[in-house]
């Protein structure tokens, strides 16, 4: 029986790490995925494993029997199983408040459901004490047993790091992975059960692997954000996706759909949106810029290719590398978005990555991969913007798409400051209606004239594509000359989270979430 107790807590601890993975998914479609989220998350299921010790060392002392942890687990097993099903009118209460805005219900919505791992992560958190306790039989090898379990636990909660993210959920997604690790559990318990009892001690168990089964074959592994215009919807290893038809409009949301990611429309290229911004890039340089001498182009932060289609659109001659990390986000670009334009390499890498292995310089670099609160930080340091430096050709040009809420800079106050420290000139514009910013950043010392001259020059030639004079307006129209001082980002030290978090929680409390209705 020590063999197999040695099994038992090996799958313990995988299904307890792969369900804490599992809850952020489960969450993440509806609360996000930031780090204020992943911080509960993983703060309340330690709390429910400490719980669990703490039950399980108290229990294994009054019924120190293999029979009783079976039991128990399969228990666990089967309140894993439910969790989806019992979160479902939760979460579309969640939804609806998302789309409302409605903060109050949002957040019970939030704490209700993680309540629902209570019984199944504090059940699962019993095994190791309880194993320990029926494995030793000798006080002088306590210590050596104990180590041994606990080795054995963490080998398999490694596993359950990788096990929902990597391979289940990609492949299922939430709600069958959800049953599969309860199934998982409850059929290494039952086995436990049978080789401490016989089938006897198994037998008024044998519904529970039937409602798993049940559930595995009746369920649906889609969501119930029940989104008006739903064509698509999709789970990745990143993100939930869904594209969505509006007024003859294509667009993709990710995770809880607080804004659009790419947008597309056959007959149109101008969304007044940041993704044209771009465009605008190269003629902060001594004019004349012609479009026809833009050949290399980077974006940071593909999504579902629009940047790529007007760039491509108005610059003749460029060449696009369009990095991606999500392979699904692509896929879903080239069947919903038209996301197929020759001069497009699509790269589906890291960006800060694709970016330092890249042997190419090119004439604009665009990094489009910033939305509060979700900010890679590895790309918002001086470090990063280092390589981008790099990366570019003499009269090259970084833009950068920024996020921001009404009254709050801090994050392009910050993010300009770093720059600033390998930069020679910025510009910052303000789109109008929106909660974007866009930062420029040219590698050559360059004037506000250059600009304004660029237009006239292009303005004066009948050939110049519409879209670039009225990208190039709205971003003379937006500049804004006032930054304030900021916080110096670097690869040791890069309080991304601290200010993006207080920008969110701020917005909130301040009442403007009414600005977004």
Request: hydrophobic fraction near 45%; aromatic fraction near 12%; glycine fraction near 8%.
């Amino acid at each position: 029986m020590r063999k197999f107790l040695y099994v038992m807590v090996f799958v313990s601890g995988m299904v307890s790490l792969a369900v804490e993975f599992a809850a952020s998914r489960l969450l993440g479609n509806y609360f996000g995925t930031s780090n204020l989220v992943w911080a509960s998350i993983v703060g309340l299921i330690l709390i429910y494993l400490t719980a669990g010790y703490f039950i399980g060392g108290t229990w294994a002392d009054r019924s120190p029997k293999h029979e009783t942890l079976y039991k128990i687990l399969s228990w666990a097993s089967l309140a894993v199983g439910l969790i989806p099903i019992a979160s479902r009118p939760i979460l579309r209460l969640a939804a609806d408040a998302f789309d409302h805005l409605e903060m109050g219900v949002l957040i019970g919505s939030f704490s209700v459901v993680m309540v629902l791992f209570i019984i199944p992560v504090t059940l699962i958190g019993t095994a190791s004490p309880f194993a320990i306790r029926l494995a030793i039989s000798d006080p002088n090898q306590a210590g050596k047993t104990s180590g041994r379990i606990y080795a054995i636990s963490t080998l398999g909660s490694f596993l359950g790091t990788f096990l929902p993210g990597l391979i289940l959920v990609p492949a299922i997604g939430t709600y069958r992975t959800f049953l599969v690790l309860s199934a998982l559990l409850m059929v290494t318990a039952l086995l436990g059960l049978f080789l401490a009892g016989g089938f006897r001690k198994v037998l008024p168990y044998i519904w529970m692997p039937v409602v798993i089964v049940g559930l595995l074959l009746l369920g649906t592994n889609g969501t119930d954000k029940r989104s008006e215009g739903l064509v698509y919807e999709t789970e990745s290893a990143y993100n939930y996706i869904q594209v969505i038809e509006q007024d003859g409009y294509t667009l993709l949301r990710l995770n809880e759909g607080q804004g659009f990611h790419s947008v597309y429309k056959e007959d149109q290229m101008n969304f007044n949106g940041p993704w044209e911004q771009v465009i605008a890039a190269p003629f902060f340089n001594s004019s004349p810029v012609a479009p026809d001498e833009i050949t290399d182009m980077a974006i940071i932060g593909l999504a579902a290719g629009t940047t790529a289609r007007e760039a491509a659109a108005v610059f003749p001659n460029v060449e696009i590398d369009g990095i991606e990390i999500d392979p699904k986000i692509v896929e879903v670009g080239q069947k919903y978005f038209d996301m197929n334009e020759p001069n497009l390499n699509v790269i589906v890498q890291d960006g800060r990555w694709a970016i330092t292995k890249s042997a190419k310089q090119y004439d604009v670099i665009s990094v489009d991969a910033y939305r509060p609160p979700y900010i890679p930080w590895h790309m918002t340091t001086q470090e990063f913007f280092q390589v981008i430096h790099d990366h570019l050709k003499e009269d090259g040009v970084l833009v950068i798409n920024i996020g921001r809420s009404p009254n709050d800079r801090r994050l392009i106050n910050s993010l300009y400051a770093t720059i600033q420290t390998v930069f020679p000139s910025l510009y910052v514009t303000d789109l109008s209606d929106s909660f974007n910013s866009i930062l420029f950043a040219t590698k050559k010392p360059t004037t506000l004239d250059n600009f304004l001259n660029n237009y006239l020059q292009l303005y004066g030639n009948t050939s110049t594509p519409s879209l670039i004079l009225e990208v190039m307006a709205a971003t003379y129209d937006g500049l804004n000359p006032e930054v304030q001082e900021g916080v110096i980002f670097t690869d040791d030290l890069a309080p991304v989270e601290r200010i993006t978090n207080s920008m969110v929680m701020n917005f909130i409390f301040a009442g403007e979430l009414e600005t977004l209705k």
